[in-house]
């Protein structure tokens, strides 16, 4: 029996109702943003019909060769539900049941994925503390060591995350040399890329520049952030570097049996350009932000702006009480340091609005 609810012009053929206030904005992180609208559409446009389940469609076949014209013929791409399942199941791949991963102290595999990568993944981490979020040849050397000491984790791999967990950026050449070392000890080299896409664009060079050409071995390639509704793929880069991806991402509980709509948003992502506007969209939000902020006295930016992200300090009780009007994360609360994200849907006056808030909250 009907229930007699009205329904909402949004929600014209559905018992669902909207549970928020889609006027209300944030900084706080870019998967706040709902879908873009063309994911939305190719959603709908994979939808009806049967398709084979579990990657055997013909959606997932396609997206290899859209992942073809970005990486070269020989990258494959392993769809997975999230970005920590990416990381785990490439780690994972890349890794022995003896083998430890370096990274920086700071790396989402270490501070934000709640210790998958050791529980699930089987390895050890082995951290090295940054500046700005960023490893070097000498960083990565102070944890690179003990190769042949059964009583120490083997290190094997090296993990990099670009645009860093701090909003910076390595240049090409600076991951080709993290690549030459690493692999001149034997290693090899993992990126985790969440924000890609941001990354490209604030370089203005293609995905390949500073991936497979410049000797990275597997990519963790995120969507969600960039305007997808769920789902970031594994991008084998060197088939040499893995093994058994397909079950390890049966096992790491990461293989969706209506995989095509997964497939089907990073075919939208990436088949033009959709991907390279949207992240040159949060770019430029996050550029207004800092230049805004720059101009505001009593608040300090800690770290160069350079994808969708704003690190900056400010009196605690004023990062409080503005945190009342737009959510948005401490990042050291006894420091006063604060993140702010920009998404593909950050307007100019989301971001004046912020900006006028800060300036009443920091005269209060």
């Not at 990416?86 to 370096?102: H, K, S, Y």
């Not at 290190?155 to 240049?171: A, D, F, R």
């Not at 990126?191 to 490209?200: F, M």
Request: net charge negative.
């Amino acid at each position: 029996m009907k229930s007699g609810r009205p329904r909402s012009p949004e929600a014209a053929g559905t018992d669902a109702r909207r549970h928020h206030d889609p006027q209300v904005r944030g900084f706080a992180s870019d998967n706040y943003a709902g879908a873009h609208p063309e994911i939305l559409a190719a959603l709908a446009l994979a939808n009806g019909g049967h398709q084979v389940s579990y990657g055997e469609d013909d959606y997932t076949g396609h997206l290899q060769r859209v992942m073809h014209s970005h990486f070269g013929s020989a990258a494959e791409a392993f769809p997975v539900f999230n970005g920590t399942g990416a990381n785990v199941v490439a780690l994972q791949a890349m890794t022995e049941r003896w083998g430890a991963v370096i990274c920086a102290e700071s790396a989402h595999i270490n501070t934000d994925e709640g210790g998958a990568p050791e529980r699930m993944g089987g390895l050890k981490l082995l951290t090295v503390p940054t500046e700005d979020g960023k490893l070097t040849p000498d960083l990565i050397d102070r944890q690179a060591f003990g190769f042949d000491d059964e009583h120490r984790a083997m290190p094997q791999v090296v993990s990099i995350t670009q645009s860093t967990e701090l909003g910076t950026l390595y240049t090409p050449d600076e991951i080709k040399a993290l690549c030459d070392h690493a692999h001149g000890l034997g290693m090899k080299v993992h990126l985790d890329g969440a924000r890609i896409a941001n990354a490209a664009a604030a370089l203005d060079v293609p995905m390949r520049t500073f991936t497979n050409a410049a000797g990275v071995d597997v990519l963790s390639f995120g969507g969600t952030k960039n305007g997808m509704l769920f789902g970031e793929a594994v991008v084998v880069l060197d088939p040499g570097a893995v093994r058994e991806v397909k079950r390890l991402r049966k096992l790491s509980m990461q293989l969706s049996s209506k995989m095509r709509f997964v497939s089907v948003q990073l075919e939208a992502l990436l088949a033009g350009d959709l991907w390279l506007r949207s992240a040159r969209h949060s770019n430029a939000m996050a550029q207004r932000l800092a230049e805004g902020v720059r101009a505001v006295g009593g608040v300090e930016i800690l770290y160069p702006v350079q994808a969708n992200a704003v690190f900056a300090r400010l009196p605690h009780d004023v990062g409080v009480r503005l945190q009342k009007r737009f959510r948005f994360y401490f990042w050291d609360e006894q420091a006063g340091d604060v993140r702010w994200m920009c998404s593909f849907d950050t307007t100019e006056d989301d971001v004046d609005r912020f900006l006028f808030a800060l300036k009443e909250e920091l005269a209060a």
